[in-house]
């Protein structure tokens, strides 16, 4: 069976209604991310952080995969599939995806500030400052902050190297040890990339100009039929 990886951003949400970072009214450009999205903003006001996480978890609950999500999760009716993600949302999971794997954390999750293996499944949940782990600490979102340690880059970096296919959907490749992983990509793969816009034309990778819902799925039907 040949081997796919499908490497996605926030860019590949937009549809389903969730911001992305970089975008003219994304994240980082209405809050600044010193103080939402480190270790540092954590330890001065964790219950600022609380609430950036709940509302975006909140927001999380009420929206649905679209119809990129859905194309890839198709793609696994005739290909070896893994979905390697910067995204946090579970909206890869929902679409039926099963084989995710998350760079950057998952909103749907809480950990615990003593032990960080002991992870907890929150679903649409808030986190409050009282809210303790089974051994009495304070529990946080799941989330890699920027200055912590990105998770699974091994084995992201290891199915980007063995993949027949690579589609890259929705980043701007701003993030780094993450951005990277596409330099893992074989001479031999066949190499797209799907974003609204980029800041410098992607060495060795087809892009495809427009927007994750309309191009993905003509990408996974080109793949499924052959082509
Ligand atoms: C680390 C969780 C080691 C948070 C995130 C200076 C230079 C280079 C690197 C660094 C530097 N200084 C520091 C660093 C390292 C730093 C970093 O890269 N900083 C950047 C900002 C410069 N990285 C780290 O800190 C990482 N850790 O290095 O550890 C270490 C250890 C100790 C001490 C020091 C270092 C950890 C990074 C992880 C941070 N957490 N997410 C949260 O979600 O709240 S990163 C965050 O950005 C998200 O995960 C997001 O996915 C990711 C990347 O953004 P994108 O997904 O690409 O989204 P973006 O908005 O940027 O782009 C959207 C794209 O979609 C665009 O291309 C647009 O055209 C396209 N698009 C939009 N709509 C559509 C679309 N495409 C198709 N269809 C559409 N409809």
């Known amino acids: 069976m040949e081997k796919i990886v499908l490497f996605s951003g926030a860019g590949i949400s937009a549809e389903s209604g969730l911001k992305t970072f970089r975008d003219p009214d994304g994240l980082w450009k209405r809050y600044s991310l010193e103080d939402l999205a480190t270790p540092g903003a954590w330890s001065r006001n964790p219950s600022l952080v609380l609430e950036f996480y709940n509302a975006r978890r909140r927001q999380l609950g009420e929206v649905e995969p679209n119809a990129a999500h859905r194309a890839v999760a198709e793609l696994e009716e005739q290909f070896a599939v893994t979905v390697v993600t910067q995204n946090v949302d ?37 986190i409050v400052l009282g809210d303790l782990c089974p051994k009495g600490s304070q529990l946080r979102p799941n989330i890699v ?32 040890p993450a951005a990277g992983l596409i330099h893992h990509a074989s ?15 992607p060495q060795r990778f087809t892009w495809l100009q427009g927007k994750a819902a309309e191009l993905v799925p003509a990408v996974v039907e080109t793949w499924l039929s052959g082509g």
């Open 187 to 201: 001479a031999q793969a066949e190499k797209v990339m799907v974003s609204m816009d980029l800041d410098s034309e």
């Open 145 to 176: 902050w920027f200055g912590e340690n990105v998770n699974n880059l091994e084995v992201a970096a290891a199915a980007i190297e063995a993949a027949d296919k690579v589609l890259v959907v929705g980043t701007s490749l701003s993030v780094y």
């Open 90 to 126: 579970d909206l890869h999971e929902r679409a039926g995806s099963t084989n995710v794997v998350h760079l950057h954390g998952q909103l749907n999750q809480a950990r615990s500030t003593m032990d960080s293996d002991l992870i907890l499944d929150l679903g649409f949940r808030d």
